[in-house]
């Protein structure tokens, strides 16, 4: 798993921003913001991924993360990464154990070049992150918190609990019950600075589409509590990924993108969401017409970036294939029913 193209191996780059590098590591821009400031930041961690997950299966009951995928909390201490039960600076994410995942071994690759995509080609605030040798060699994901400033946690909900949803009150699949319109509506709820955040928002979600993210669901979202004004806005993005790579039958997106029943005619006739029905979306969220037509442009027309960020990337060949499928698919459906 994890396996690189020849040309790909012969060619060293950091490991976060995948700029090219004398040796494998992290760029000095990638290292401040990795470490936080002038301290060190590893390239390598020494564990195994059977050792990670042996790690999380002692503390999972201790730990101040969530999720179903395999995960643990790291400290920085002295230039070097450990594992922590509670508290920590970083999260770790090793390829997963699931072995129903098509391309598993891509995942983190996948990730830290979603993340990296999203950030530098359509300026989305993103978590800092990047990948990182476990001690064989192979690649994990690691990310640096942003829920926490100093020793202090700060307030952070998901879209979840902002909606009072839970698996007792809504069942298994309590994540995926309500529609991106619904997010919007609860922004405004809960954002004094609806006007700005809720078109952070709509990127977010035309970037989940245009990137086959079919598990944007509810927890994908959060607010988190400003430090001067104690207002909410919402975090910077987090667990974005092609989805579609690892479970390539998967809906086109994790929610239904309106609160009613409501089809533009493109998506009528084609059976699946196009350009128009984000114009729409975006219409219901009160962002005004020429202002949603610039946030949606830059979805259609920097493919040459991203494609470019994709060949440098740590995918592996069939993967890098399939990503670049998925994706020029999706720029067909948002270009439609807006020319």
């Not at 995942?101 to 990730?111: K, S």
């Not at 990337?313 to 069939?318: C, I, Q, W």
Request: charged share 30%.
């Amino acid at each position: 798993m994890g396996r690189e193209g020849p040309k790909s191996a012969r060619r060293p780059r950091c490991l976060s921003t995948l700029e090219p590098l004398r040796v494998e590591g992290y760029s000095a821009t990638a290292q401040r913001r990795l470490a936080g400031g002038a301290r060190k930041f590893p390239h390598r961690i020494e564990l195994l991924r059977s050792d990670i997950f042996s790690y999380r299966a002692k503390v999972v009951d201790r730990m101040s993360i969530s999720g179903v995928q395999e995960k643990i909390s790291l400290r920085l201490h002295r230039g070097k990464l450990a594992p922590t039960a509670t508290d920590g600076d970083y999260i770790l994410k090793p390829a997963p154990g699931a072995e129903h995942l098509a391309l598993r071994g891509d995942v983190p690759a996948n990730e830290q070049l979603t993340m990296l995509i999203a950030e530098r080609v359509f300026k989305i605030e993103s978590a800092v992150n990047g990948c990182i040798r476990l001690a064989d060699g192979e690649l994990a994901y690691v990310t640096r918190r942003f829920d926490r400033r100093g020793k202090d946690k700060v307030p952070q909900e998901d879209f979840c609990q902002l909606m009072e949803r839970s698996q007792e009150t809504h069942g298994a699949n309590y994540k995926y019950t309500g529609s991106y319109e619904d997010l919007g509506h609860i922004l405004r709820k809960f954002c004094s600075a609806y006007r700005i955040e809720v078109e952070r928002l709509f990127q977010r979600i035309v970037f989940c589409y245009a990137f086959s993210n079919g598990d944007a669901h509810l927890k994908n979202f959060s607010l988190l509590q400003t430090a001067v004004t104690k207002d909410y806005v919402l975090t910077p993005a987090y667990d974005l990924l092609c989805s579609g790579l690892h479970v390539p039958d998967e809906s086109r997106l994790a929610l239904d993108l309106f609160s009613d029943d409501f089809e533009t005619p493109s998506s009528r006739a084609r059976g699946f969401n196009t350009g128009a029905c984000f114009l729409e979306l975006a219409r219901r969220f009160g962002i005004a017409a020429p202002r949603r037509e610039r946030l949606l442009a830059p979805f259609i027309e920097r493919s040459k970036d991203v494609l470019d960020l994709v060949r440098s990337s740590f995918l592996s060949p069939e993967a890098r294939t399939d990503y670049v499928s998925r994706y020029e698919d999706r720029l067909l459906a948002l270009r439609a029913g807006i020319d």
